[in-house]
């Protein structure tokens, strides 16, 4: 399974952007997803997942309210819905499988895809 993040780029303080996670493997809408960051000089956070189904999410403390995440099985992507940006939400943000479809934690991911920058500028 081979996963892409996209979407990034350089937003102001308060504003929203949206990014995906494509993937090219058949069996995507039967794994659960979740999306990771790391910012400068930080460990990589977790930031939420999503549920094969889409039917259960679940969110980091420091994203909860902002953040939403979302999928279309049909065209294997999942989304993750930036609003109210901050400063401290500038990283590297990488989406992540895992095979077990009802997993939404942050732990035991299969296949890690490569990252798309988000710089979030006050």
């Known amino acids: 399974v081979q996963l892409q993040a996209c979407g990034g780029g350089l937003v102001q303080a308060g504003g929203s952007l949206r990014l995906s996670c494509t993937s090219s493997g058949r069996a995507f809408s039967t794994y659960s997803v979740g999306w990771f960051r790391q910012g400068p000089g930080k460990e990589r956070e977790f930031v939420g997942a999503i549920t094969a189904s889409g039917q259960t999410t679940n969110y980091a403390d420091s994203v909860k309210g902002r953040f939403t995440i979302s999928r279309d099985n049909g065209k294997n992507t999942v989304y993750l819905q930036m609003n109210s940006l901050k400063v401290e939400d500038t990283a590297v943000y990488s989406c992540?499988?895992?095979?077990?479809?009802?997993?939404?934690?942050?732990?035991?991911?299969?296949?890690w895809g490569q990252g798309t920058q988000l710089t979030v500028s006050s």
């Open positions: 992540a499988a895992k095979t077990d479809p009802y997993g939404v934690g942050p732990i035991l991911y299969n296949y």
